[in-house]
């Protein structure tokens, strides 16, 4: 028998407690979730139906904020108490979680009610986490409470039935909701959810891959089609009605193991995974579909085990749990990815709103008995690794494991009209190393932050400044090549070729644009590599890097030149050459927290014009990020004789056409 591991040394802080955690073992995820709920167990209301760890503001009203605190937590809850109900250290926490389902659906409580819902209303999100609760661990969450708080949070829970919902993984929530209830012997409403169980199979094209919303309509392959909305719920509805529902149980776990190859593209060989799209806040929910998988008892192919599971979701919630910078002193996440930030939010973010990340502990409803805590980790499995490219066709997306650097380029994902949707959806490539930039004002480069993208600006004096949003079309014309065209304004035309790293070892990809300008004007660009972490030195005394004049050296810093713009920090290398000499390199700070990754981002630029006519820019983009080891991700220099390889220049467009015949 296993012997537990002590709790976390009382001295330590409690973020210490957090990034000193191990987390090898179930203990070790146990002590984590115990940690990650104090600071909200202490920010709870009297009576328990509410939590309050901050004061910004969402689109939504405080009360259904502060329902997010009681309710997310939830997804971490459960699943242990559903295997631990009388789990010592949780005995207080446990019960004030049930004391809160009991105030929280009183009227007569003005300070613990959690309100009359509405139309596409915040409150229908965070009861999807109280029914899966019902449904596993009803013993905890149900039977304590007294009749008339049963029937309180039957009539509360009911009116999801009632009113309209967004045609997005949304639906899940009225299924996840009656599925508890019904578990428990309560009302729930039958039609609805058969209705909305064949309502969602529209979202699925004849590839057999949901995007979030209708499939027709909607082309949205964020985390939320691809691991922590969708897969994870339909994962969860086939384990939990494989006797009742067999035949969609079976077709969800088919869809799930059809989803491996692509989900998988999504992680890094050291955890981290690429922040795309919207909701990044989240954090470690974007591995919640290998906890799904583990708790759905998948029969997993090859080269997939439970091992390889395992390590993808232990590896991805260390990632981010041995960085400081993730929470707030007292432990609590908070709004942001890898440190806080508004800018990077959405509006409906509260300070609550990262809890959301533990429905990666899904994993705690199996036992320490349970073969998933008794095989070992595997290793990222070396077969993807190995490829230098892995085109997903589903969402016009391909993927790169090459020298070392986990990276995607992207093209023709839908983004919706919300806060920053051109940088979450619309950039040329995303990285788990380096993230991606969102723009933090609307004067200037250094606010719009155009790392991995072609930002044009049609005013002389370079203040505002547009980027690819939506595509006209776009397709895969060879060799894993993302070929799309796109308008940032009606009279000028784009067309974009994204092409992909030719070998498992090359540290670079190509972009070529042909730019069809009709306008009466001449265009500014600028189109950028991967932002990177922009200061040197000790981390209590670091200072904004200065230029170097020699590479080989290994001296942090950067260098621009006519066609090239390079910087060199304990982030990696990032660089970007114009291959043709359309423009010339240049080096911008960007603002502060515009970056997912570093706080103080720095990014390597082309920049120039383009007249009225017809004008071409090919540029490649150099990266590689900093090891485990703290080296870059090349023996000494070695790099460098790359990056000088790289640079050599074509022979202007007609050269290009040559060296790229599908331009023709």
């Given amino acids: 028998m296993r012997v537990r591991a002590p709790s976390p040394v009382a001295s330590m802080t409690p973020v210490e407690a957090i990034t000193s955690n191990p987390l090898v073992t179930r203990e070790d995820l146990v002590h984590l979730l115990h940690s990650l709920l104090k600071p909200v167990h202490s920010a709870q209301s009297s009576g328990g139906a509410r939590v309050h760890l901050g004061y910004t503001g969402t689109i939504f009203d405080p009360v259904a904020a502060e329902l997010e605190g009681f309710a997310r937590c939830i997804w971490g809850l459960a699943p242990l108490l559903s295997c631990e109900p009388e789990r010592d250290e949780f005995k207080t926490i446990r019960n004030d979680w ?4 009991n105030s929280g659906t009183n009227e007569q409580l003005e300070d613990e009610f959690w309100g009359k819902c509405y139309t596409r209303d915040q409150r229908f999100v965070e009861m999807a986490p109280i029914g899966f609760a019902l449904t596993i661990a009803p013993q905890v969450f149900w039977d304590p409470l007294p009749p008339e708080a049963k029937e309180r949070l039957n009539d509360w829970l009911l009116q999801i039935n009632e009113l309209e919902l967004p045609e997005n993984n949304w639906q899940f929530f009225l299924v996840l909701t009656n599925l508890g209830l019904r578990s428990v012997g309560a009302r729930y409403n039958k039609k609805r959810l058969e209705e909305t169980l064949e309502y969602v199979e529209c979202w699925y094209g004849d590839h057999g891959f949901p995007s979030d919303g209708p499939n027709e309509t909607t082309k949205a392959y964020d985390y939320y089609a691809t691991s922590f909305a969708i897969p994870f719920y339909t994962l969860i509805y086939s384990h939990l009605c494989r006797e009742s529902d067999p035949e969609r149980a079976r077709l969800y ?29 989240y954090r470690f929910a974007t591995s919640s579909f290998w906890a799904a998988l583990a708790f759905s008892g998948l029969q997993l192919p090859p080269p997939f085990s439970l091992g390889v599971i395992k390590g993808l979701l232990l590896r991805n919630i260390r990632w981010f749990t041995r960085r400081a910078e993730c929470f707030a002193r007292d432990g609590s996440l908070t709004i942001g990815w890898t440190s806080p930030s508004q800018f990077m939010s959405e509006d409906y973010n509260s300070p609550q709103s990262p809890y959301w990340a533990l429905k990666s502990f899904l ?6 008995s349970h073969p998933f805590w008794q095989v070992k980790e595997e290793p990222y499995p070396q077969s993807f690794v190995d490829r230098p490219f892995t085109p997903v066709e589903p969402w016009m997306q391909c993927f790169s494991h090459a020298a070392g650097h986990t990276f995607v380029l992207s093209s023709g994902q839908i983004a919706f009209q919300m806060r920053a949707a051109a940088a979450k959806y619309g950039k040329f490539a995303y990285s788990s190393a380096f993230g991606f930039s969102v723009p933090v004002g609307c004067m200037g480069l250094n606010q719009h932050a155009p790392d991995s993208t ?59 644009h042909k730019v069809i300008n009709n306008s009466e004007r001449d265009i500014l660009f600028s189109e950028g590599g991967f932002a990177i972490h922009g200061t040197s030195g000790p981390s209590r005394s670091e200072r904004r890097l200065d230029a170097v004049s020699r590479l080989e050296d290994g001296i942090h810093g950067f260098q621009q030149t006519g066609t090239s713009a390079i910087i060199h920090s304990r982030a990696g290398v990032s660089g970007i050459i114009d291959l043709i000499g359309t423009g010339q390199g240049k080096i911008q700070v960007m603002d502060g927290n515009s970056n997912l990754i570093t706080p103080r981002p720095i990014a390597p630029l082309i920049v120039g014009s383009f007249q009225k006519g017809t004008s071409w820019l090919a540029v490649r983009v150099f990266a590689i990020p900093t090891g485990a080891d703290g080296k870059v991700g090349r023996i000494g220099a070695g790099w460098v004789e790359e990056w000088r390889e790289c640079s050599k220049g074509i022979d202007g467009s007609e050269g290009l056409k040559k060296a790229y015949p599908f331009l023709s």
């Fill in 98 to 101: 049930v004391r809160g389902l």
């Fill in 253 to 281: 776990r088919q869809r799930a193991i059809a989803n491996l190859p692509n989900a998988i593209q999504l992680f890094a060989p050291d955890g981290g995974a690429i922040p795309f799209g919207r909701s990044m806040t």
């Fill in 363 to 368: 994993v705690l409803a199996l036992p320490e």
């Fill in 454 to 512: 072609l930002a044009l600006c049609d005013d002389s004096e370079g203040e505002r400044w547009t980027v690819r949003r939506l595509v006209d079309d776009v397709e895969f014309i060879e060799h894993g090549i993302l070929k799309s065209s796109w308008r940032p304004w009606s009279n000028v035309k784009v067309i974009t070729w994204l092409i992909p790293p030719s070998s498992k070892d090359a540290a670079h990809h190509t972009r070529i």
